[in-house]
């Protein structure tokens, strides 16, 4: 798996795109509310970083990791720890995670996959649920 510089529009748009695929499916109003929430600040990722970080991440998973039978995402949790540790500002990581609940809500199916893409992600960067109003309602969904 490569990697990207601490911080970057790309270490960004691949946690996003980890948390898209999580499930298998990326559902066309998924990327439809991608497309509108990535336009606007704090969120503003260029297309063709959005498009050539997705490129770059289905590469690697197809170069390095197996799907499980149901199609779903199966990452080992040194490789998602690494994914995550690419973005180590807090703000960001908030942001980053409510893109990611934003993104994945835009279907009104959330699938464990996606769920627990976003239950590591806010377990490793240590942010509370409390901040983040959509997690815990998320997490009250999934109890």
């Known amino acids: 798996m490569r990697s990207y510089p601490t911080d970057s529009p790309q270490a960004v748009a691949r946690i996003v795109a980890l948390a898209l ?48 039978p149901s199609s779903t995402l199966t990452l080992d949790d040194t490789t998602i720890s690494a994914l995550l540790d690419e973005v ?34 806010a377990r490793r960067w240590r942010v509370s649920v409390d901040r983040l109003d959509l997690l815990r309602a998320l997490d009250a969904a999934h109890a």
């Open 88 to 121: 180590q500002d807090e703000s960001l990581r908030i942001r980053v995670l409510q893109l990611c609940a934003a993104v994945i809500e835009a279907d009104e199916h959330l699938a464990r996959g996606e769920f627990q893409v976003l239950q590591a992600a």
């Open 21 to 68: 695929l999580a499930d298998g499916n990326v559902h066309p109003r998924e990327l439809e509310a991608l497309r509108r929430l990535r336009q606007c600040p704090p969120h503003d990722l260029p297309d063709a970083t959005l498009h050539g970080v997705m490129r770059e991440f289905c590469e690697d998973l197809l170069a390095t990791h197996a799907a499980a």
